[in-house]
């Protein structure tokens, strides 16, 4: 099975999971004919997306409660925030998009928007751009593809970028250094700095559990962030002290 078809072989890998409660790595490198290292990266990236936990050899399917708590909770805040995304975006704007979970929730809530220019590096955003009745023109950065974040970085997607001027971008972080700015655990942040510099409004889009978290590698400081959306988990102390930077914060709830 080819790298074009890596989302195929993760779904199957959750189904082997939802029906035995476990996978093994020499299993699936088997069953794929591919090596056990791709079938690594398969479960270190399903298990940071929430969807197993990996132990030695391979991997298990996460107890119910955790999925039906912590999993269930999770969608509900994501979805809340990008439809407060969506309602910052207007007719005719020309917005990026970055990879990430959190981030192609906005896509969901765009069908009555007209005119859409969009820019993304994510197939799956892509994908979900595509389906939508209202057709707005979609842009790919191209670049390189790279397997951990499921996206296209590099320097060809970032000199794509500089071709345009966008009016928003829409960007996700797995974590918030208060201090600093967004962090992430990629290395490769120099798409995510070039997709700030040709968008007039940066808007971060994170869940209140990652505010806090101390992850090594800075990927946007605050001088470059206008907007944080995040869920009503935010406390009142810490939405002060980001206001305190310039950032306006928005935080999402059902209304």
């Known amino acids: 099975m080819s790298k074009r078809n890596t989302q195929q072989r993760r779904?199957?890998?959750?189904?082997?999971?939802?029906?035995?409660?476990?996978?093994?790595?020499?299993?699936?490198?088997?069953?794929?004919?591919?090596?056990?290292?791709?079938?690594?990266?398969?479960?270190?990236?399903?298990?940071k997306s929430g969807l197993l936990l990996r132990r030695y050899g391979g991997a298990i399917a996460l107890p119910k409660e955790i999925v039906e708590s912590g999993s269930a909770q999770l969608s509900v805040q994501?979805?809340?925030?990008?439809?407060?995304?969506?309602?910052?975006?207007?007719?005719?704007?020309?917005?990026?998009?970055?990879?990430?979970?959190?981030?192609?929730?906005?896509?969901?809530?765009?069908?009555?928007?007209?005119?859409?220019?969009v820019m993304t590096?994510?197939?799956?955003?892509?994908?979900?751009?595509?389906?939508?009745?209202?057709?707005?023109?979609?842009?790919?950065?191209?670049?390189?593809?790279d397997p951990t974040s499921e996206s296209f970085q590099g320097q060809v997607a970032e000199q794509?970028?500089?071709?345009?001027?966008?009016?928003?971008?829409?960007?996700?972080a797995d974590g918030i250094d208060i201090?600093?700015?967004t962090t992430t655990f990629?290395?490769?942040?120099?798409?995510?700095?070039?997709m700030a510099?040709?968008?007039?409004?940066?808007?971060?889009m994170v869940e209140s559990e990652k505010i806090g978290r101390r992850i090594p590698n800075l990927e946007l400081d605050w001088q470059q962030i206008n907007t944080l959306i995040t869920d009503e988990g935010l406390s009142v102390a810490v939405e002060q002290a980001l206001t305190a930077k310039g950032v306006k914060v928005i935080c999402a709830s059902n209304n």
């Open 186 to 194: 990629n290395e490769l942040v120099g798409l995510s700095k070039t």
């Open 197 to 204: 510099s040709v968008a007039r409004e940066v808007i971060v």
């Open 11 to 47: 779904h199957i890998i959750i189904s082997e999971l939802n029906s035995h409660g476990e996978v093994s790595v020499d299993m699936l490198a088997k069953r794929f004919e591919t090596s056990e290292v791709t079938i690594r990266k398969d479960l270190a990236a399903l298990e």
């Open 78 to 117: 994501k979805e809340q925030i990008g439809k407060a995304a969506a309602k910052l975006i207007k007719d005719h704007y020309r917005i990026v998009i970055d990879s990430g979970r959190t981030t192609s929730t906005v896509v969901n809530h765009l069908s009555d928007k007209k005119g859409l220019v």
């Open 121 to 145: 590096n994510s197939l799956k955003v892509a994908g979900q751009l595509n389906e939508l009745e209202n057709e707005p023109t979609l842009l790919m950065t191209g670049g390189t593809w």
């Open 179 to 181: 201090g600093r700015g």
């Open 160 to 172: 794509v970028l500089k071709s345009y001027d966008f009016d928003q971008l829409f960007i996700g």
